[in-house]
C-alpha cells in the first residue's frame, strides 16, 4: 500500500521498475479493483464462493445479471454511519495526540476517543435494531451490493476531489503533485487532508472503515440468525476473533497514527478508495460467505481457533507496543525483561532540521525486522477457517494480506534505508531476517 518508494523511486531502481510502480501497476489497480469487488461479492452471494464458477461463461453472466446498482437507501445507510462516526469523532472526550514529524516538518493532532466511539456504535447499532426495532440489524447485508457498488463510485470521486484540493488547497506544506496524473490520483497529493478542520485520515480510516467492519460483520451473524434461527460457532468464532481485533486497533489508535498508512502513505486512491471500498469487501468477505454457509465446527476446535487467535492479537499488539514504548520512553524501559537494545537512528526533515529516532532490535524487532506481521497473518487465519476448504475465494483477504505485507515490509525496509541511511544499515546487520527467520 505505501508509496514512498512508490512516489519516490530509490536510485537503484531502472527506468522499468519505475515505470511500473509509477504508472502501469497504478493504472492496473485503478482499473481492476472497482469491478473486483462487485465479483467478490457476486461470487459469494450467488456464486457459493467458488472460483471456478466465478471464471466460468455461467459465473460472469450470472454475476452480470446481478450487477448491483448503487441505491438511495445504500446512500443513506452510508451518510447516517458517517454523521454517526463523525459526531461521536468530535463530541466524545478524549486525549490529544500528537502524531509523527513529516517529512515536511509539521505535526498532525488527533482526538483519541476511539475506544468509546467503538462501544457506542455497537451500543447504538444494536440497541436501535435488534432493541427498538428501528431497522433490522441485518440491514448491512440486505443491502451489501448496493451499499458496495455505492462505495466503489462515490470514493472514486471523493479521491478525484482530494487530488485537487491537495494540489490546490492543501491543508499543510506535506502535499503536492509529482507531475504523473496517475501517479497522483493513486497515492494522492496530501499526507493530512483536513476537511473544515477535520483529519480525513482519522474519520475515514479509523471511524468510517474500521468501525464499518467491526459493524459489518455483526449484521452478517444477525443475518445467519434470521435465516437459519441461530448462530453457528463458526460466524461466532470469526465475528468475535475479528471484533476483538478492532477494539484492539481502537484501543491502540494512536499507534496506528505512527504508521505507515497514516505517517507516510498519501490519502490518494491507495488508501483513501482501499478504506471505503476494498476494506468493506474483502476484509469482511469470509464472514459474507458464512452467512449463507454455517460451520458447525466441533467446539473444541471452535475454542481453539478463538485461543490462537487472540494470542496472536495479542503477540502483534506487543511488539507494536513495544517499539513505541521504546521510543515514548526514549529508552528508559524494558523489552522482555532486559534493557532495550537501542540503534540511534539519525535523519533530516525537508525543513533541513536534523532529528533523531530510536530503533528497537531486541524483543519481537528482534527476531525479524517485520515479524509483527507474522501474527497479523496468523489471526486472519483463524477467523476464516470457519470457512472450511471446498473453496479458495473465501480465503481471499488472507492471499492479499501475505502479498501486501510481503510487499510492505520490502517497502518500509527501503523507505526506512532512505531515511535513515547507515543507521538503518547498522540495524539490518543486528536484524538480519525481514520477516521470517530462515524464510524472509
Ligand atoms: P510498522 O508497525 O511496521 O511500522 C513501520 C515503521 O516503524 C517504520 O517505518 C519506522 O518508522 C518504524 N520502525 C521500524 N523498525 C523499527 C524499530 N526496530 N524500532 C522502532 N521503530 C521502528 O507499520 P505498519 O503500518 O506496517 O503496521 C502497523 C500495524 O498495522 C501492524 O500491527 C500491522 O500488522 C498492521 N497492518 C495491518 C494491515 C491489514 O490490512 N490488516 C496492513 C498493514 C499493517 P519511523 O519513520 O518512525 O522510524
Same mark, same amino acid.
Given at each position: 500500500m505505501t508509496t514512498t518508494t512508490l512516489g519516490q523511486? $530509490?536510485?537503484?531502481? +531502472?527506468f522499468f521498475a519505475t515505470t511500473f510502480r509509477t504508472s502501469v501497476f497504478p493504472l492496473f489497480l485503478l482499473l481492476v479493483t472497482p469491478p473486483l469487488v462487485i465479483a467478490l461479492w457476486g461470487t459469494i452471494v450467488f456464486l457459493d464462493g467458488s472460483l471456478l464458477r466465478m471464471l466460468s461463461a455461467e459465473g460472469v453472466t450470472t454475476i452480470v445479471q446481478n450487477l448491483p446498482a448503487p441505491s438511495l437507501p445504500a446512500l443513506g445507510i452510508i451518510f447516517a454511519f458517517l454523521a454517526f462516526e463523525l459526531v461521536l469523532m468530535l463530541a466524545l472526550p478524549g486525549k490529544k495526540f500528537l502524531g509523527p514529524i513529516t517529512p515536511a516538518g509539521n505535526r498532525p493532532e488527533y482526538k483519541l476517543n476511539g475506544v468509546a466511539a467503538y462501544f457506542v456504535t455497537h451500543a447504538a447499532f444494536i440497541g436501535l435494531s435488534? +432493541?427498538?426495532? %428501528?431497522? @433490522? $440489524?441485518a440491514i448491512v447485508y440486505d443491502h451489501l451490493g448496493a451499499i458496495l457498488s455505492t462505495l466503489c463510485l462515490f470514493a472514486l470521486a471523493f479521491c478525484l476531489f482530494l487530488y485537487f484540493k491537495g494540489a490546490y =488547497? $492543501? @491543508? @499543510?506544506?506535506d502535499a503536492g503533485k509529482t507531475g504523473n496524473p496517475v501517479f497522483d490520483y493513486f %497515492?494522492?497529493?496530501?499526507?493530512h487532508p483536513r476537511l473544515f478542520g477535520v483529519g480525513l485520515k482519522q474519520l475515514? *480510516?479509523?471511524? =468510517?472503515?474500521m468501525m464499518g467492519w467491526s459493524v459489518m460483520v455483526v449484521s452478517y451473524a444477525f443475518k445467519e440468525l434470521e435465516l437459519y434461527g441461530t448462530v453457528s460457532n463458526g460466524m461466532l468464532v470469526a465475528v468475535a476473533l475479528q471484533n476483538v481485533y478492532l477494539f484492539k486497533f481502537f484501543y491502540w489508535e494512536s499507534g496506528y497514527f505512527t504508521s505507515l498508512d497514516i505517517?507516510?502513505?498519501? =490519502?490518494g486512491y491507495y488508501i483513501c478508495w482501499g478504506v471505503m471500498a476494498w476494506v468493506p469487501c474483502v476484509y469482511t468477505l469470509s464472514t459474507m460467505f458464512l452467512v449463507t454457509h454455517p460451520s458447525h465446527m466441533a467446539w473444541p476446535l471452535a475454542l481453539a481457533l478463538f485461543v490462537f487467535g487472540v494470542f496472536a492479537i495479542w503477540v502483534n499488539y506487543d511488539a507494536d507496543a513495544q517499539r513505541q514504548r521504546v521510543r515514548a520512553t526514549n529508552g528508559k524501559t524494558t523489552v522482555w525483561g532486559k534493557a532495550p537494545l537501542l540503534i540511534k537512528a539519525r535523519y533530516t526533515t525537508g525543513d533541513g532540521k536534523q532529528h533523531e529516532n530510536l530503533l528497537l532490535a *531486541?524483543? %519481537?524487532w528482534g527476531i525479524a525486522r517485520h515479524f509483527h506481521y507474522v501474527p497479523e497473518l496468523t489471526l486472519a487465519a483463524c477467523w476464516i477457517? $470457519?470457512?472450511? =476448504?471446498?473453496?479458495a475465494l473465501p480465503w481471499f483477504y488472507l492471499f492479499f494480506l501475505t502479498i501486501l505485507l510481503v510487499d510492505r515490509a520490502g517497502r518500509d525496509d527501503l523507505r526506512c534505508e532512505k531515511k535513515y541511511g547507515r543507521d538503518w544499515q547498522t540495524y539490518k546487520e543486528t536484524v538480519r531476517w525481514r520477516m521470517l527467520p530462515f524464510v524472509y
Open positions: 523511486a $530509490p536510485a537503484r531502481d +531502472g435488534a +432493541g427498538l426495532g %428501528w431497522f @433490522s $440489524p =488547497f $492543501p @491543508s @499543510s506544506s %497515492w494522492g497529493t496530501e499526507l475515514l *480510516n479509523c471511524r =468510517f472503515s505517517m507516510h502513505d498519501r =490519502f *531486541n524483543g %519481537w477457517a $470457519p470457512v472450511g =476448504f471446498a473453496h
